[in-house]
Structure formats: structure tokens, C-alpha cells
DNA sequence: TTATTTTGACGTATATTTGCGTCAAAATAA
DNA sequence: TTATTTTGACGCAAATATACGTCAAAATAA
């Protein structure tokens, strides 16, 4: 039986380890990149920037949303969508916390 | 019929999201962070450190040996693991250039 | 009112990851 | 020589992730 045995870890390893999976798709990153980029929020269909069909980016888009990175909002037929800079900065900093919590600075390495 | 698509995506794009796939595991964290407080090699079962059976843990470490974040060299019977902080430095950088590319100082989000 | 546009929800098929059992090879110990 | 220890290779089963087609709801346009 395979059961997943995330739960067994630290939290902090668990939190760290499911924002590197958030950011591990080529198109979570772009779409990010993109409303980076715009640095405002954007309507229309994001799919036309991304090689992929509008329900796969949508499906992107959706957990980049759960994940709580980029919001939208309804604006008529249309939705806006937008980064979340204080999700965002929340993140940067727990990466940054795991980076650097790898010191290699003096490793001792003799092979 | 679903075939991957991540080809179609920038070489920068791909190379990024690999690198964060490669760190979506608490365990593979545990496994460098390990590595990294003993601040040397290490020989014996790593599996000890965390909660899943050896041939698990195995399969991570040739993970990241493949990835080429660890290196292992044999002594006798046992296998010596190590970190290579070249190539940590190496992914440190990569994930901060994306990070840094996600630029929301100044971000406009009206909603 | 009846189209049309835009998007999310749902289902489905394939691919990949995760976790582990089992076996075999290689070095040592007895 | 024959155990024993340590590890990698292989393969299986369950869980997740990817990619997309189809449909329906909601707002607008005609």
C-alpha cells in the first residue's frame, strides 16, 4: 500500500517543500512572469501566451489562486487577474529561508 | 491523448521549474539539509533520519545524485554522501533569478 | 428575446511520482 | 570458504499531476 507519508515531516520542511511544488511547472512560472511583467491585472485569455490549451492554464491558474499567489476579480463577462505582492513577498521568503539554511560556505568535501 | 508539453516552453522557464521539482520533496529538503548541518560526509543508512523505509530514501538520494546536488563515493562496504556546493550554489542563483524576475515593489493591483 | 463571449466546473485519459518489497552484487567478517 | 552488511537495480501498486474536451452559467450584444 502507498499511502503519503508528507504528513510525517516538520512543518516548516512541509510548507517549504509544497511552495518549491506550486513553482514547479514552466507554466505557473510564466503566468506569473507574465502579470509580473504587466504589473497590473490583466484581462482576457492568458492561454494565447502559453502553449497550452485555455482549460489546461485555466487549471493553472486555479491552483496558482488556491495557492494564494495571483486573485481575480470579475469585471462584467470578463475576469482580472492580478499577482498577490504580499503572498508573493511571503514566499520569496520562505524560499529564501530554506536556501539559506543550505550554508555551503566551508563544506568539507574530500572524495 | 496527453503527451508532456513542458518542451514547448523557454529553455530559462524549464530549467527553473526543473530545478524547483527537484527540491518539491520534504524529504529531498531533509536530505540536503542533513547533509548540510554535518557539514561533511556522511556514511550509513540516511534513512534513519527520516520517516520512510531505506529503499525510499534511496530512491531520493539517486534523485538529487542524478540531479547532481549530492555526490556519493564508495569506502569499503558503505557509501559516503556528500553535498557538491558547486552545484548548490549553481540552483541557489538559478531561483534567485527567478525570484528577482517576480519584481512587485511597486505592483498595481486595484480590486 | 435570442445569440455570443468568457469563464469555471466536471469528467477522462495518460504520465509521472511516491513508497516499498525483493533480489543481487560487492566488500568485509568469521 | 561461507556468512553478514550495505547498497543499488528492478518492478509493482497507489496516488498525483497534466492536458484537454464538453457542458453550463453569467454577462453582454444584437
Same mark, same amino acid.
Given at each position: 500500500?502507498? #499511502?503519503?507519508?508528507?504528513?510525517?515531516?516538520?512543518?516548516?520542511?512541509?510548507?517549504?517543500?509544497?511552495?518549491?511544488?506550486?513553482?514547479?511547472?514552466?507554466?505557473?512560472?510564466? *503566468?506569473? #512572469?507574465?502579470?509580473?511583467?504587466?504589473?497590473? /491585472? %490583466?484581462?482576457?485569455?492568458?492561454?494565447?501566451?502559453?502553449?497550452?490549451?485555455?482549460?489546461?492554464?485555466?487549471?493553472? *491558474?486555479?491552483?496558482?489562486?488556491?495557492?494564494?499567489? *495571483? #486573485?481575480?476579480? %470579475?469585471?462584467?463577462?470578463?475576469?482580472?487577474? /492580478?499577482?498577490?505582492?504580499?503572498? %508573493?513577498?511571503?514566499?520569496?521568503? *520562505? %524560499?529564501? #529561508?530554506?536556501?539559506?539554511?543550505?550554508?555551503?560556505?566551508?563544506?568539507? /568535501?574530500?572524495?
Amino acid at each position: 500500500m502507498v #499511502q503519503s507519508k508528507t504528513d510525517l515531516f516538520d512543518e516548516e520542511l512541509k510548507t517549504q517543500a509544497a511552495w518549491f511544488k506550486v513553482l514547479a511547472h514552466p507554466a505557473r512560472l510564466k *503566468i506569473l #512572469q507574465y502579470l509580473s511583467e504587466a504589473n497590473s /491585472c %490583466i484581462t482576457g485569455d492568458l492561454s494565447e501566451e502559453l502553449p497550452l490549451g485555455r482549460t489546461t492554464v485555466n487549471q493553472h *491558474i486555479k491552483e496558482l489562486k488556491e495557492a494564494g499567489l *495571483i #486573485q481575480g476579480h %470579475i469585471e462584467g463577462v470578463r475576469t482580472k487577474y /492580478c499577482l498577490n505582492p504580499k503572498k %508573493i513577498t511571503e514566499v520569496k521568503a *520562505i %524560499i529564501e #529561508q530554506f536556501l539559506t539554511s543550505l550554508n555551503v560556505g566551508d563544506y568539507e /568535501c574530500k572524495s
